[in-house]
């Protein structure tokens, strides 16, 4: 059957290696910035999010990047596992803005062994 | 359940027929949204519902589509004289504000034939 992401730009790395997938966003006006993984068939599940008065963010295994100046975001991943293979999208929003968010086009992150 | 469940998980039904996709948020939260994703692209959004009321239906692309949440809890998203242009995944999005993490639902797939 079909699957989200089949004609997205694919990023490939071996497993252990990490991982950088870059977004640009569209609103300056945004302040709310979220990166989403989707597996095949499934629905996005947030990974981490980002407000703009800061400009790094870290996770467990996960730190997202934001530079306003250029309105680029970045999720790098550490030690990349095959289980991290997935369509990965970033979103924008306003604080107060009830999630009504806006998704980049997506980029595919294929590990492998 | 635990999560946003949403039914069916796959729809096929002819152009010109009616259609109803059914939401079942997380319980107790009280913001819902629907989004709509095409294939290769990220979710669009749809409608937000904060209790009973819809918010905001910016995103409903025509006077076909129509959103219901009679009890601020299950929502059904509807579809009138469905085209083929409609076939997408429906996606439904819950949080227990409009300001906190939205959780997805594996969302619908929708087929018109």
């Known amino acids: 059957g079909e699957s989200v992401g089949l004609h997205l730009p694919t990023l490939s790395v071996q497993e252990g290696d990490n991982s950088i997938i870059n977004c640009a966003y569209s609103?300056?006006?945004?302040?709310?910035f979220i990166w989403y993984k989707q597996e095949s068939g499934k629905g996005p599940q947030f990974i981490i999010d980002?407000?703009?008065?800061?400009d790094k963010r870290q996770g467990q295994r996960v730190t997202v990047l934001l530079n306003k100046t250029v309105k680029h975001l970045s999720l790098q991943i550490a030690a990349t596992q095959p289980g991290d293979s997935a369509v990965y999208f970033c979103?924008?929003?306003?604080?107060?803005?009830?999630?009504?968010?806006?998704f980049g086009a997506g980029t595919r992150l294929a590990v492998h062994p | 359940g635990a999560g946003v469940s949403q039914t069916p998980s796959n729809k096929v039904t002819e152009k010109g027929k009616y259609v109803e996709l059914r939401c079942d948020p997380i319980s107790g939260h009280t913001a819902l949204y629907w989004y709509r994703q095409s294939l290769g692209q990220g979710p669009e959004f749809l409608i937000y519902?904060?209790?009973?009321?819809?918010?905001?239906d910016s995103g409903l692309p025509n006077d076909r589509f129509f959103a219901v949440r009679p009890e601020g809890s299950v929502s059904t998203l509807k579809i009138q004289r469905t085209e083929r242009g409609d076939s997408a995944v429906y996606l439904c999005?819950?949080?227990?504000?409009?300001?906190?993490?939205?959780?997805f639902g594996q969302g619908t797939r929708l087929t018109v034939v």
């Open positions: 980002i407000r703009s008065n800061m």
């Open positions: 979103a924008e929003s306003s604080i107060g803005g009830y999630n009504k968010l806006i």
């Open positions: 609103n300056s006006a945004s302040d709310y």
């Open positions: 519902f904060q209790g009973t009321g819809a918010a905001d």
């Open positions: 999005a819950s949080s227990s504000d409009g300001n906190t993490e939205a959780f």
